[in-house]
């Protein structure tokens, strides 16, 4: 049992290639909001919400955080279902081997419209991938202040898409959360040393 068990977890890696020798993955860092997903392209240089859309057959390598609680980032008919986590980068890599519409969703409760968290992977073939960036590169531009307005607790009636993205956007809302912990710390060591000195 214990050797079919360690083979089985080791298979089912999310953090693993599916396929090692297959082609480059495409690469979607996606950021858990309430109560929405925010994707970004970081090599194509777009980004969307509530709708995600990768090439059929190639595999998508995923990193994942969250701004805000803790969530689950699940795509239930490509089995998987790993932790958005503030100031962590979870891991996880897909593929959808043929065309076709794939509902995602957050299964961790985060609040009041924890049941809205809901998104559409839409695996299409390269012509209609290639389509789908040209036509989302049409769209405003995703900074800081844009960030910031969807970082809000909202829902959104439609999906967005973004022609560019802030540089370093994505480890920018990591990082905020681990400078925090660090400060409350060093705060902490501080009292302590206090209090030893008393």
């Known amino acids: 049992l214990a050797i079919a068990l ?3 977890i080791h298979r089912i890696d999310p953090y693993a290639r599916v ?8 690469e979607v860092q996606v950021v858990a909001l309430d109560w929405k997903f925010l994707f970004i392209y970081p090599r194509e240089g777009v980004a969307s919400v509530g709708e995600l859309v990768v090439p059929a057959g190639l595999e998508v390598a995923f990193t994942i955080t969250a701004d805000g609680p803790m969530m689950s980032f699940m795509v239930p008919r490509l089995g998987s279902q790993i932790y958005a986590m503030a100031g962590m980068a979870t891991q996880l890599h897909l593929v959808a081997d043929e065309p076709g519409d794939f ?4 299964t961790q409760f ?19 991938y290639r389509a789908w960036l040209a036509a989302a590169r049409a769209g405003p531009p995703l900074d800081r202040a844009r960030y910031a307005a969807l970082a809000r607790p909202s829902t959104v009636p439609r999906p967005l898409v973004f022609g560019s993205v802030t540089p370093g956007l994505f480890d920018r809302v990591v990082a905020q ?20 000195a008393r």
């Open 19 to 26: 396929d090692p020798a297959g082609p480059e993955p495409i």
């Open 6 to 8: 360690w083979g089985t």
């Open 110 to 128: 985060n609040g009041t419209h924890f049941q809205d968290q809901k998104f559409m992977l839409r695996a299409r073939d390269e012509a209609g």
């Open 103 to 106: 509902r995602g969703l957050n």
């Open 177 to 196: 959360y681990r400078h925090a912990d660090h400060g409350r710390m060093r705060a902490g060591s501080t009292a302590m040393n206090t209090q030893a």
